[in-house]
C-alpha cells in the first residue's frame, strides 16, 4: 500500500512527531494508520530509554484544589531543559496531568501514572509520547495530594514550585487570603514541618547530635551541653518550623500569630505539601 504525503501529514497532526518519522512509521507499518501509531509509540519508549541516563532538572510544578477547596494536589514534571518547560505542548501535558490528578485523587506517584488523562491515554503513556515527540528525558518527578477543611494552591515563579497550604477552618475570602500567603511563606523559605511537634525523629536526633557537638567545642561542661544544645534546637525550630518561621510579609509576628489574627485564636495550619525545581 502507498504512502501518500495526506497520509504523512494526518500522523504528524494526531501524534505530533516529526514527518519524517511519520513517514518512515507509515511505510514500515505498510500503511496502516493505527498500526503506525504503535510502532511510534514503541519508538517512544525506546526513545525514554535511551535518555534515562540524562539529568531532568527543569521542568514545571502545578498546584490545583477542587472547586469547593477540600482537597487539592500538586504535581511537578521534570524535564532536561528550560527551554522544553516553556514549550506549550509540555505545559498543556503538566496542566492535564494535574486535572486527572486531582479528579482520581491517587495515594502515591505510582498510581497516578496509571491514571488516563481527558485523551485517554495513562499519565505514563503521556509522558512517554511527549519525549518521543520533544525529544528530551521528561518523568513525573513529583505528586502530593492534601486534604483539609480549605485547601489552598499557589504556583511560585512561573510554576517553578507548587505549594498546598491547608486550614483547620471552612473556606472563605479571609481564608483563602491567609492560605495563599502562607503559601508563599512555604514557598520562599521551605520549612520542613509545620510544627516542631511533626518533625521527623531521625532530624531531630541528627541536629541534637550537631547541637552537641558545637557545644563541646565551645569547651562548656559535660551537665550543661545538652541544656545548651536543646537552646539551638529551639533556634532550629523557629527557622524551619513553618508555625514558627518569622512571617515573611510582616516579621515581627511568627507565622502562627498571623494566621490566628486574621482568622482567630483556633486557626492554624493542618498541613504543607511543596514540589518543585527551585
Not at 24 to 39: H, N, S, T, Y
Not at 210 to 224: C, N, T
Request: glycine share 6%.
Amino acid at each position: 500500500m502507498s504512502v501518500t504525503a495526506q497520509d504523512v501529514k494526518k500522523l504528524r497532526e494526531v501524534t505530533g512527531v516529526g514527518m519524517m518519522d511519520c513517514k518512515k512509521a507509515l511505510v514500515e507499518a505498510k500503511g496502516d494508520f493505527e498500526k503506525a501509531i504503535e510502532i511510534l509509540r514503541k519508538k517512544g519508549q525506546k526513545v525514554a530509554a535511551k535518555r534515562a541516563d540524562k539529568e531532568a532538572n527543569e521542568g514545571m510544578a502545578v498546584a490545583i484544589t477542587s472547586e469547593d477547596y477540600s482537597k487539592g494536589v500538586v504535581v511537578l514534571v521534570n524535564s532536561e531543559t528550560d527551554f522544553v518547560a516553556k514549550n506549550e505542548d509540555f505545559q498543556k501535558a503538566v496542566h492535564a496531568i494535574a486535572k486527572a490528578a486531582l479528579q482520581a485523587f491517587p495515594a502515591s506517584k505510582d498510581e497516578l501514572l496509571a491514571v488516563p488523562v481527558s485523551t485517554g491515554e495513562t499519565v505514563s503513556k503521556l509522558l512517554e509520547e511527549l519525549t518521543a515527540r520533544i525529544g528530551e528525558k521528561i518523568v513525573l518527578g513529583g505528586y502530593e495530594r492534601l486534604t483539609a477543611p480549605t485547601v489552598v494552591a499557589y504556583n511560585h515563579l512561573n510554576y517553578k514550585i507548587g505549594v498546598l497550604v491547608g486550614l483547620n477552618v471552612t473556606p472563605s475570602d479571609g481564608t483563602i487570603e491567609v492560605g495563599r500567603d502562607v503559601a508563599m511563606q512555604v514557598a520562599a523559605m521551605r520549612p520542613i514541618a509545620v510544627d516542631k511537634d511533626d518533625v521527623p525523629a531521625n532530624i531531630l536526633e541528627k541536629e541534637m547530635e550537631i547541637a552537641r557537638e558545637q557545644v563541646r567545642q565551645m569547651g562548656k561542661p559535660e551537665h550543661l551541653i545538652d541544656r545548651i544544645a536543646q537552646g539551638k534546637l529551639n533556634k532550629f525550630f523557629q527557622e524551619n518550623t513553618l508555625l514558627n518561621q518569622e512571617f515573611v510579609k510582616d516579621s515581627s509576628q511568627k507565622v502562627r500569630d498571623y494566621v490566628r489574627t486574621k482568622l482567630g485564636n483556633e486557626a492554624t495550619v493542618s498541613g504543607f505539601v511543596r514540589l518543585g525545581i527551585a
